[in-house]
């Protein structure tokens, strides 16, 4: 897909200015009215002389918006970067850094900001498209595709030019796809493996979040005894999509064909994870890391996992960052509480909708008890716009919300 146009995501949408007010809040608010009125030093003056305002994540947001548009770059980084000092969860200024990075040509700094962002508010459409943008530009082709649906899944305006031109594209795209599904019933009929596997290539050079053509095609190589696309196409699984035991251990018996010794390794060591014991499959996995466990201790060897994990993560590719800090794990036999932290950090990177339904759902008790009902009603509309339908959370969340509103209804209605 070609890159799309964005704007600078700028602004103070979800500030939670103190209950009690004051002279500080009426500053911040006047300061604001500034901004908007595009008086930018009035509100960097103001702003700047009230030390509770400062001293604030939000106002130092403001101020580099301030100095953005006065197109002084370096105090705007400066404030944002301020701003993530003061709060980790300012996600406004994570996005106004990446937009700047972005604008610079970096695009694997903008991309590590917006992913912060997103795992702060996954739902935020800018942020998403933003990402399927940078990572098209990047060629990941299969991380691009996945923002951009996320884009379309949150984008609260469908009328939008941006919405209407990523839906005409996805939607043309998966009609392809769906011609060429299509086709194959005809020459799997005739089991015409070369024909069906240049539809499965043509499959996913249009589309490319299809996580089952992948692993067909990874099979079609396989049964060729071309070891090295099947490992190609089956990593590709292993790493982007949720997969069975056996995508590990066909991962591991490739790795094993093609002499590549301490992958093997770790990957029949991750299979033990998903095998029972004293299965066939659990004793041969055993087996064989028995066999290569003398071929895989040379520090050299292990340092080029490490080596490859940090490549990995400089280059915005957080799964196999994740794949390649476990295999360094696996290889040294060691806690390593740090590569874990890490590790845990890039799984919420890549999948940030869980941990944020989880500590949204963990609010709900104290908003109820603290009777704050519209923020409580705020946090199920998020829950339920993050969460599977079925989830335990999101069932709570739409009886939680039911209930704020009747009370809330009552109350403007009868003073209750």
């Not at 024909?195 to 043509?202: D, E, G, N």
Request: glycine letters at 2%; hydrophobic letters at 40%.
């Amino acid at each position: 897909m070609d890159n799309l146009d964005f704007e600078n995501n700028s602004g103070l949408a979800g500030v939670k200015l103190d209950d009690s007010g004051g002279v500080a809040s009426d500053k911040l608010v006047r300061a604001y009215e500034f901004y908007e009125a595009k008086r930018y030093n009035d509100a960097i003056a103001l702003a700047s002389g009230e030390t509770q305002i400062i001293s604030s994540s939000y106002g130092q947001v403001l101020l580099g918006n301030c100095y953005k548009a006065l197109n002084n770059k370096e105090s705007a980084m400066q404030h944002w970067k301020k701003a993530i000092e003061i709060s980790p969860l300012e996600y406004a200024a994570y996005i106004n850094i990446a937009n700047e990075y972005y604008a610079a040509g970096n695009i694997s700094e903008a991309i590590l900001n917006w992913t912060i962002a997103s795992t702060i508010v996954p739902e935020n459409s800018v942020v998403n498209l933003n990402l399927a943008a940078a990572y098209d530009k990047k060629g990941f082709r299969i991380k691009s595709t996945k923002y951009f649906e996320k884009y379309l899944l949150y984008e609260p305006n469908t009328t939008s030019r941006e919405y209407l031109q990523v839906k005409h594209t996805i939607t043309n795209l998966t009609a392809k796809v769906d011609f060429f599904t299509k086709r194959l019933a005809e020459y799997k009929a005739k089991r015409d493996i070369k024909v069906i596997a240049a539809l499965y290539l043509k499959m996913i050079a249009t589309y490319a979040n299809l996580p089952n053509i992948y692993a067909n095609i990874a099979e079609i190589f396989f049964f060729d005894k071309n070891y090295e696309k099947a490992l190609e196409f089956f990593s590709t699984v292993y790493l982007n999509y949720p997969h069975t035991p056996k995508i590990i251990l066909d991962v591991a018996n490739l790795c094993y064909l093609l002499n590549k010794p301490s992958y093997a390794y770790c990957y029949y060591s991750k299979a033990l994870n998903y095998l029972s014991e004293g299965t066939s499959f659990y004793v041969k996995a055993s087996e064989k890391i028995r066999v290569l466990s003398s071929l895989v201790r040379e520090p050299d060897i292990i340092e080029a996992h490490l080596q490859a994990a940090k490549e990995a993560e400089a280059d915005n590719d957080y799964e196999r960052a994740i794949d390649e800090y476990e295999n360094y794990i696996i290889l040294t036999d060691s806690e390593s509480p740090e590569i874990q932290q890490v590790i845990d950090k890039y799984k919420i990177f890549i999948n940030p909708e869980p941990f944020v339904v989880n500590v949204l759902y963990s609010q709900i008790p104290d908003l109820m008890n603290r009777k704050k009902l519209k923020a409580c009603v705020d946090v199920c509309d998020r829950i339920l716009k993050l969460a599977d339908s079925h989830t335990k959370e999101a069932v709570y969340a739409v009886k939680c919300r039911t209930d704020c509103k009747r009370i809330l209804l009552a109350r403007e209605q009868f003073g209750v």
